[in-house]
């Protein structure tokens, strides 16, 4: 598979992140910003830096504490760029993430930083349990719901509770 092109900002970006050097990325991303004539050029340079950095961590040849950073990294820098009232937030749908019924927050936060990286607005909704949650889903009127779970525990509860459902795994989890 051939690579794809990747600019040099978006270059010296995935350098600084994989670094966790955080003046260099944000001094990268002022760079973009005073080049661009509207909102920063996010899918030029950071979701190429972004890509790459999560291939090199399939391919072993970085770390997931380097995927995570990167992604706080900036989230952090953006949150100074993207301001939430920006017009191309606004066409977007309502959206959230929460950890369901569950205490593992690394892969709810790695979503949630590479979102937020790529421009998109959301609420985190932390971690919550089932009936709470669908009464705050309606209260701010969501439109796109992203859940972290463990699911063996949470399709044990599902399937007890409701017998005549299977599970697409097989039969339901003892």
Not at 105 to 123: A, M, N, P, Q, S
Request: charged content about 20%; overall charge negative; proline content about 7%.
């Amino acid at each position: 598979m051939e690579a794809e092109p990747i600019g040099p900002l978006s270059l010296q970006l995935e350098r600084a992140l994989l670094a966790l050097d955080r003046l260099a990325a944000a001094d990268i991303m002022r760079q973009c910003i005073t080049a661009a004539t509207q909102v920063p050029p996010v899918d030029e340079v950071v979701v190429p830096a972004l890509k790459r950095i999560g291939d090199a961590w399939e391919d072993g040849q970085a770390s997931l504490s380097q995927v995570y950073m990167s992604g706080r990294i900036l989230e952090d820098v953006l949150a100074t760029v993207l301001p939430p009232a920006e017009a191309t937030r606004k066409a977007q749908p309502r959206t959230a993430i929460a950890t369901l019924a569950d205490y593992h927050f690394l892969g709810k936060r790695i979503v949630y930083c590479t979102l937020r990286t790529c421009g998109y607005d959301l609420l985190d909704y932390g971690h919550v349990q089932v009936d709470g949650l669908v009464q705050q889903v309606e209260a701010d009127r969501i439109e796109v719901l992203l859940l972290s779970t463990l699911m063996l525990p949470l399709s044990r509860r599902s399937f007890s509770a409701r017998p005549d459902l299977s599970s697409p795994n097989g039969p339901s989890p003892a």
